[in-house]
């Protein structure tokens, strides 16, 4: 059930693609983890990473003066907020690791195609 890291993710800043090919790990042991305790745990692990990251994007964003930033953190948000679900559906016995698995993999992807290879384009011309 794991989303596989592909070279072809890569945007060309090195920073950001070796935190991509990270986030991608720590996703994955949120999806392989099998009861409540692990789950937590992983899941607390895939927040904090997420938040470490969006925090690195944005300060570069605020450091190159990324016109698109305010769209840019929109979609951060709208991540984070959905990811504070999924402690809730841990709890409540709710949680469909496959759902999450396929929103998680179709909004990675989709992110970092269009949005972060945006601001890599970006900042390789700043």
């Known amino acids: 059930m794991r989303i596989e890291w592909k070279d072809s993710y890569k945007i060309g800043n090195a920073d950001i693609d070796e935190q991509h090919t990270n986030w991608f790990e720590v996703i994955n042991k949120f999806l ?8 937590n745990l992983c899941e607390m692990h895939m927040f904090n990473y997420t938040r470490f990251h969006f925090g690195h994007e944005e300060k570069l964003m605020k450091s190159i003066g990324y016109p698109d930033t305010q769209a840019h953190l929109l979609q951060h948000y709208a991540l984070l907020t959905r990811l504070n679900e999924v402690s809730l559906q841990i709890a409540d016995d709710t949680l469909d690791l496959q759902e999450w698995r396929d929103f998680l993999s179709d909004w990675l992807i989709k992110h970092i195609a269009t949005s972060d290879t945006k601001l890599a384009a970006f900042v390789k011309v700043n």
């Open 32 to 39: 392989d983890a099998t009861g409540k305790e692990s789950l």
